[in-house]
């Protein structure tokens, strides 16, 4: 059992970007599905599926995207930024701006899992839960 669940669902992606693999599939949660939407729209993953399992928790395939020409993945880095023993929150005003605005930042709100940008010009604070780029 482990206790970050998060942190899993961003080392198996991780991990699997590093190995060079097509498809990951990880255990599914509700807020796992709202990042990998996320991580779609944004274009950072090629195609997900959700599949339900005999113990009703689910799955979740995603098909990750790397770099026609030179075969890099789209994902160069994950960073988990708050953790269940030290929770990070922030304001609309001082939401981060990752490498330039290059990068997301996704923030569990109180009207949803949403991008930094989403969150800014909706005027909504929240959890930092990871920085993609």
Do not use: W
């Amino acid at each position: 059992m482990y206790t970050d669940p998060i942190a899993d669902y961003l080392t198996r992606i991780r991990n699997a970007n590093a190995a060079g693999h097509r498809v990951v599939d990880i255990p599914a949660s509700n807020l796992k599905k709202e990042i990998t939407k996320i991580l779609f729209d944004q274009g950072y993953i090629l195609s997900y599926k959700f599949e339900e399992t005999k113990n009703h928790q689910g799955n979740i395939k995603i098909a990750l995207k790397y770099d026609k020409l030179s075969k890099e993945p789209v994902i160069k880095a994950l960073q988990r930024i708050s953790t269940p023993g030290l929770r990070k929150y922030t304001g609309s005003d001082s939401l981060p701006r990752i490498l330039n605005g290059l990068g997301i930042a996704i923030v569990s709100t109180s009207k949803g899992v949403m991008t930094g940008k989403q969150a800014t010009k909706e005027n909504v604070g929240g959890e930092l839960i990871c920085y993609v780029y």
